[in-house]
């Protein structure tokens, strides 16, 4: 089994004591990729380090809405020379994000444009956090046709999912799925085509069944795609497999 865990935090606190550890298990675990997305410009530099010291690791590097109030031209700068590294894959996390409200509306706003107007010079697709946000999110990624890239730890309908997918975009799901109350999650997912499905974990958070309440791994993304195999009827073999290939024809990684 040849799993791809599309969005990671391993540079979280919550891995501090076993980080190299953990990566060390991923062969064993039936780990091919992850990716580590990055919620600020610091952990930007961290992700692009730690890609560059582990093979089955990837970055996506950028500003989260959480952190838009830093998205500034030194912060562009940042981001556009960490690009240049081999294993940083896409400009993400990056989004809106209207249910902590961290940062204001319009800081946010301004942040997510410009940073995918940044991913569309550079070429790479974008990984987009939206919460509690989907009108003004399809708006904003409606301005820039050609702009490619998934939406994370999708929560939205089955009918925006239907909109993203004929705009191009991919369509990740994570824990919540295997959740007692994903019927919204599971319809969404039934609604988008295999060829634009993604899994992910976002670990340490959204710890699948039957596991919640531990902290989060990438090796847990098997409990969501045992979810998607059922939710898909199919075996868990051919989910995982188009799931791989999905990522990999994504972020570009032969």
């Known amino acids: 089994m040849k799993l791809f865990d599309t969005h990671v935090h391993l540079l979280s606190e919550h891995f501090d004591e076993d980080r190299e550890t953990l990566i060390g298990r991923f062969t064993e675990q039936g780990i091919e990729y992850v990716v580590e997305n990055a919620p600020d410009i610091g952990d930007s530099i961290r992700a692009a380090a730690l890609a560059k010291e582990h093979h089955s690791v990837y970055a996506a590097v950028g500003v989260h809405p959480h952190s838009a109030s830093e998205w500034d031209e030194p912060a562009k700068f940042v981001l556009r020379s960490l690009s240049k590294e081999e294993k ?138 045992e979810k998607m195999a059922e939710v898909k009827e199919l075996p868990v073999e051919e989910v995982v497999r188009i799931t791989l290939e999905n990522g990999k024809r994504l972020f570009g990684i032969k």
């Open 88 to 225: 940083v894959v896409a400009i993400g996390e990056i989004g809106l994000d209207y249910h902590y409200d961290f940062s204001p509306r319009e800081t946010q706003k301004r942040a997510f444009s410009e940073q995918i107007e940044l991913a569309m010079e550079l070429d790479l697709p974008i990984v987009v956090h939206s919460r509690e946000a989907t009108l003004d999110t399809l708006t904003i990624l409606k301005q820039y046709p050609g702009v490619r890239g998934e939406l994370h730890c999708f929560s939205g309908s089955a009918e925006t999912a239907e909109e993203l997918v004929k705009m191009g975009f991919y369509i990740a799901f994570g824990g919540a799925l295997t959740f007692k109350n994903a019927r919204k999650t599971i319809e969404a997912a039934q609604a988008v085509p295999m060829e634009r499905l993604l899994i992910e974990t976002d670990c340490p958070y959204m710890t699948p069944v039957p596991l919640r309440g531990k902290r989060n791994e990438p090796a847990y993304v098997r409990y969501v795609a």
